[in-house]
């Protein structure tokens, strides 16, 4: 038992030596940088890095997507006036149908700015407009 005693004490002597001896050195120098890098570690990065990458774009995209099925599609309803229907005449224009309360109003859309091409009212007993448009004549 004094010997376990004496082997930790003389253990701790020394290391606090060598700490001593160390701090009165002054600082130590740097080690050198290896010049290569471990390939493994760095291609497994930049796969998960370029992965990471393309999930988030694909996440943008898809949200995009969905906004967009969501706009296009009438399901956008905002208070009384709803997008019952829009056809592209060109690469700035663009015929909107919509319903506002019991009418419903053919718009022009053009870098000019909004135009009512026609409006039909009370469509509760009639035809909707936007099949009279689909007719062929």
Known sequence: MKRSRLIAVVTGLAAAALAAGMAAAGPMPAQPVPVALDTGTLAGSALRMVLSLGAVLGLVAALAWVARRLRAGGMLKTGLIEIVSGV??????????????????LVGVSPAGMR???????TTGTEPFASLMERKP
Do not use: I, T
Request: no cysteine; proline share 0%; aromatic share 0%.
């Open 116 to 122: 009512a091409l026609h409006v039909l009212k009370d």
């Open 88 to 105: 592209s005449l060109g690469a700035r224009e663009k015929v909107v149908l919509l319903r506002v309360g019991q009418e419903q109003v």
